[in-house]
């Protein structure tokens, strides 16, 4: 403000009997700028992570290999945490209250409901009305756990424990049977039960394995998201290169989740891919290297070669990896995925299983089947096609959603 404005107002309060501290604010125009603290315009974060949509076909690749850094994606999702799904958005006004997003559990139960059909369901038929539970009624119990896809020697040691605990008096009624079949499928899951968790080595290298058609893409998209999300670098590697597609959904994937991708032109050599992106991983300090392979060896010998050539290659770069060989397969295909979870573990070493496409599928019980009888642990399951359908595996919560 001027100086002779100032006085002007001074004089005038001075005739009003009004003291100096009601001076006239001054205008924003004139106030200092040094030493206020602006306020940045909010950037706007991502709603949500959806999974990758088609997008244009990929220009021609060279013919040489192609080491391809991603650019890094302008918002800030990338570094993003990792969070629980979203928080029910609070119903338009026209809106019923319940469609509000269901919890994670409420939701796993869904998934779960055609299972909890096939296996609770029968047997709440079959304890109808029964006054007491005897060998026949173990029997009977038997035939639905192996139809519901338990698998024959996990329900045969399932049903020899109750026995056991028939003799004992500790099944008077049908809702002590219910009671105790829940306690025996949740200690066979916790048996072999052990979280992933890839810190402790630079690069944690995670190798995924499976048929193609079972998800393999899909599950190393949400395992980046995850990764990516609680603030690791990853880095994918496109080894699987018999269809171009599969590299081009995995660099979509890369692409929307700020991680790096190696990937060479289609019918590349899977090792050669596999060499690249070891060597990228460590020049680039990544925290999680997840290298996918394709599933189109028909036989095991194709199979264990294929397995033992990209091992090679790997532990020349990384010599204790991969520190993880994650098998995916699909529950819904109920006894087929217990086969495969027999080839794989003989050709390869798997050390963890992701069990895909439970929502929807009455073929849940394989689950239990593939950790109790190949020893494996479930480190994920897939309740759906968004990023946050891929959960970590909890055997207590997953009984009881399959129970309620
Ligand atoms: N409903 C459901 N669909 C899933 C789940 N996981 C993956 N999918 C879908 O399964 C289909 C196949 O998934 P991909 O990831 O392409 O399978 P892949 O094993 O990589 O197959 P190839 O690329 O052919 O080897 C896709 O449509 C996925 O969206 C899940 O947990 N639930």
């Known amino acids: 403000m001027a100086e002779e404005n100032k006085s002007f107002f001074k004089g005038l309060f001075k005739k ?37 949509v088609a997008e244009p076909p990929a220009p021609a690749q060279s013919a040489q290999p192609v080491l391809t850094p991603v650019p890094e994606p302008p918002a800030p999702a990338p570094r993003q945490l990792w969070t629980e799904p979203a928080a029910p958005a609070p119903a338009p006004v026209s809106e019923p209250a319940e469609q509000a997003k269901p919890s994670f559990f409420d939701r796993l139960k869904r998934s779960l409901s055609k299972t909890h059909e096939t296996i609770i369901g029968r047997v709440d038929t079959l304890l109808l009305g029964k006054k007491e539970i005897d060998t026949d009624t173990l029997e009977e119990l038997e035939e639905i756990l192996i139809t519901a896809d338990l698998g024959v020697k996990t ?22 049977l219910k009671r105790a079949l829940k306690e025996e499928i949740q200690l066979r899951l916790l048996e072999h039960h052990a979280p992933l968790v890839v810190t402790g080595k630079k690069p944690f290298v995670i190798m995924v394995i499976g048929v193609n058609g079972v998800g393999k893409t899909t599950t190393i998209g949400k395992l980046a998201a995850r990764y990516a999300g609680e603030g690791q670098k990853v880095l994918l590697a496109a080894a699987d290169t018999f269809r171009a597609a ?6 979509t994937w890369a692409k929307r989740v ?12 899977p090792s050669a891919v596999v060499f690249d992106a070891c060597k990228a991983a460590i020049a680039r300090g990544t925290d999680v290297l997840i290298i996918d392979t394709a599933g189109r060896m028909h036989t095991k010998v194709n199979l264990m070669e294929e397995m033992k050539k990209i091992r090679r290659v790997l532990t020349r770069e990384i010599p204790d990896g991969p520190h993880e060989t994650l098998l995916v397969l699909d529950a819904a295909t109920g006894q087929n995925a217990l086969s495969q979870a027999k080839l794989f573990k003989e050709a390869a070493d798997v050390t963890g299983v992701v069990l895909t496409k439970l929502d929807g599928s009455a073929k849940g019980g394989i689950v239990v089947a593939v950790s109790h009888e190949y020893a494996l642990p479930v480190r994920f399951i897939g309740v759906g096609e968004s990023v946050e359908d891929l959960r970590a595996f909890d055997p207590v919560q997953f009984v009881d959603a399959l129970f309620q």
């Open 246 to 251: 599969a590299a081009e959904q995995l660099e």
């Open 258 to 269: 700020g991680a790096d991708i190696v990937r060479h032109k289609e019918g590349a050599d």
């Open 155 to 176: 329900t045969v040691d399932l049903i020899r424990t109750l026995e056991q605990r028939l003799k004992r008096d500790e099944l008077q009624d049908g809702a002590a």
């Open 16 to 52: 009003l009997g009004i003291g100096a501290a009601e001076e006239p604010a001054e205008t924003p125009e004139e106030q200092p700028s040094q030493g206020v603290e602006q306020q940045e315009p909010q950037q706007e974060a991502p709603t949500s992570l959806q999974p990758p």
